[in-house]
């Protein structure tokens, strides 16, 4: 079974200062990979997903996130983040065409606070 | 914009309750599903259904039924609540399997 883990659970930082999340997966076949962001007292919604192609993948915001596929990782970065990107963060995974109907897999999440 | 409500935002059941959590969709969308929502545990998937009256078992379906009668809706069941169920539970929908799901607000039960 497909498994997706977030290393950092809780994540303080200042404003202006960047910000790198890990996300790594377990499958080593073909994934679609998907970050979401919940915005505290907000529907969970996306921040950016990757199928295929370029792996540097660009979202609202200002986020980014790269697929490296020999590490198993879709990274979520920003260069400079700002108070209100004060959110929860799920990575997750969905297999990709290995037959049957998948089921995404999420992360247990990243709490982020940006002090101002 | 893709709309997703669910019937109540909190609610207080009772140990052996029978509960009823609704979900509905207005996108036309051919895929639901139900997750439970922990501290620490991030989203757990329930059940999913990719057509009416079709549903699939996710991670945890211990304890719990689902039913989609219709297309848009789509109802996850606590046959007899427990306290260990006590939990944030979100409803989401999505166009293909693997494409992004649109989440609803989230029911916040508490089973006493």
């Known amino acids: 079974a497909q498994s997706v883990s977030q290393h950092n659970h809780h994540v303080i930082l200042s404003e202006a200062a960047s910000l790198e999340l890990g996300c790594n997966y377990s499958y080593g076949g073909t994934v679609n990979l998907f970050w979401y962001v919940q915005y505290p007292g907000q529907h969970l919604q996306l921040l950016l997903k990757?199928?295929?192609?370029?792996?540097l993948v660009k979202g609202i915001k200002g986020f980014e996130a790269e697929f490296i596929k020999s590490k198993f990782s879709f990274n979520l970065r920003k260069p400079s983040v700002q108070w209100s990107d004060t959110a929860e963060y799920f990575c997750?995974?969905?297999?990709?065409?290995?037959?049957?109907?998948?089921?995404?897999?999420f992360g247990t999440g990243t709490k982020l606070q940006v002090i101002p | 914009d893709v709309k997703v409500t669910q019937s109540s935002r909190y609610l207080v059941k009772r140990t052996g309750e029978k509960v009823f959590l609704e979900c509905v969709q207005d996108m036309d969308h051919e895929n639901m599903f139900w997750y439970r929502q922990d501290p620490g545990l991030g989203l757990r998937l329930i059940y999913f259904s990719y057509d009416v009256k079709m549903k699939e078992k996710g991670d945890i379906p211990e304890g719990y039924s689902v039913s989609r009668e219709k297309k848009e809706r789509f109802s996850l069941i606590l046959e007899s609540a427990s306290t260990n169920q006590t939990s944030m539970y979100l409803c989401?929908?999505?166009?293909?399997?693997?494409?992004?799901?649109?989440f609803g607000p989230g029911t916040r039960l508490l089973v006493l």
């Open positions: 989401a929908s999505s166009f293909g399997e693997w494409e992004t799901q649109y």
């Open positions: 997750a995974v969905i297999l990709g065409n290995s037959g049957g109907y998948q089921k995404v897999t």
């Open positions: 990757y199928f295929s192609g370029d792996p």
